[in-house]
Structure formats: C-alpha cells, structure tokens
T-cell receptor
C-alpha cells in the first residue's frame, strides 16, 4: 500500500545548524509530495511541494527534491532559526484522487 | 487566500455528551476531511467528503459520524464522547484531482473528562 516514512524525532539543533529530515515513500504511480509544518498550537501549513520526479520544492529557505529512483523527498535547510521550531510532516498523494498519506511527523527544536 | 475555520480552538466535554465540531471553508472546495492528531501517531483520517451529502470512512471512523449539508461546511459528530477521544481535531479541504494539496484549519483541542 501507500505509505510515508520519516525520521523519528525529536531533532534538536543549535541556531544556524544544517537541517535534514529524511522522508521516503511507497506508492503506486507517481504521487505528488509535500512537506507541511505545524507551529505550536496551530494547524498544518503547506511548506513546499513537488509534483513530478526531479522537481525541487522550496520555501522560506527549505528545500526538498523529488527523487524517484530512491523514492525520497528529504527536507533540508542550510541554517535553521529558533523560529523554525515546529513539527514537520511529509505527505504523498499516491493511490487516491482525494486523500493524502502522512508520515508521523518530526519535532524540530532549535536552540539559540 | 484559502481560509479554513473551525468553530472552537479548545473544547471541554464530559463523557457521554454529544459533541459537534464544525468546519467551514471559503474556497468552494469539493473535498473536506477530518483528522485527529495524537502524539506518536501522527495524523489519522476519520472521515472525508467529496461532495455535498457524500462521505467516506477514513482509517478510524469508529465512534464518529459526519454531516455535509452544504458545500462549505463539514461537521464531525461524537455521538457519545469518551475519554479516548481526547485529541486534537484538524479539518482540511482541497480541490478534487490535481495534486491534492490540502488546506488545514487551526485545529480544535478537545478534552473529554
């Protein structure tokens, strides 16, 4: 079936450190891929997306590249800030005209 | 901007009460969804609707029902609330087909005592 596996947290970094959160997926066909972010006490917001292989999504200094050969969509940021502290969810649209399949989320804490 | 609103940010109810959670979206989306979010379990889909009066069960529908009488409004109903339904409830909406990008509301944190 369709699934998303993302690295378990929590992840704790110092400000200006490099961030990678790994995400791999299994899907039939070629799904769209998403990263959502959830700040404390809020709902999910779309951070970035990619709709086909080799697409790179980017937003607010975050990037992720759709890698079909490794079925991955890893999230990266070169220099994190305290304000990036949040839960990050990887998701895919494979196998459905309606639904998204989410990973379990990764809590990121950035310390000053 | 797409806006998805939920009727309450925080709600406290007692065991056995009937609970209504309301969600409204203003972008004419056909699809609407209800999730619950629990630590360590991520988001789990309870129900979704792809049109007015149409609904389908998600992964964890037991103990819940839904209502969609108007396109912009999707209600989640807990017929008889139980303590294990204490959770964060998130509503989302999307256009059909395409990339399936979903837009989320701010969430309702429900506590059942």
């Amino acid at each position: 079936g369709n699934s998303v596996t993302q690295m378990e947290g929590p992840v704790t970094l110092s400000e200006e450190a490099f961030l990678t959160i790994n995400c791999t997926y299994t899907a039939t066909g070629y799904p769209s891929l998403f990263w959502y972010v959830q700040y404390p006490g809020e709902g999910l917001q779309l951070l970035l997306k990619a709709t086909k292989a080799d697409d790179k999504g980017s937003n607010k200094g975050f990037e992720a590249t759709y890698r079909k050969e490794t079925t991955s969509f890893h999230l990266e940021k070169g220099s994190v800030q305290v304000s990036d502290s949040a839960v990050y969810f990887c998701a895919q649209s494979g196998g459905s005209n309606y639904k998204l399949t989410f990973g379990k989320g990764t809590l990121l804490t950035v310390n000053p | 901007d797409v806006k998805v609103t939920q009727s309450s940010r925080y709600l406290v109810k007692r065991t056995g009460e009937k609970v209504f959670l309301e969600c409204v979206q203003d972008m004419d989306h056909e699809n609407m969804f209800w999730y619950r979010q629990d630590p360590g379990l991520g988001l789990r889909l309870i129900y979704f609707s792809y049109d007015v009066k149409m609904k389908e069960k998600g992964d964890i529908p037991e103990g819940y029902s839904v209502s969609r009488e108007k396109k912009e409004r999707f209600s989640l109903i807990l017929e008889s609330a139980s303590t294990n339904q204490t959770s964060m409830y998130l509503c989302a909406s999307s256009f059909p087909g395409g990339v399936n990008e979903q837009f989320f509301g701010p969430g309702t944190r429900l506590t059942v005592l």
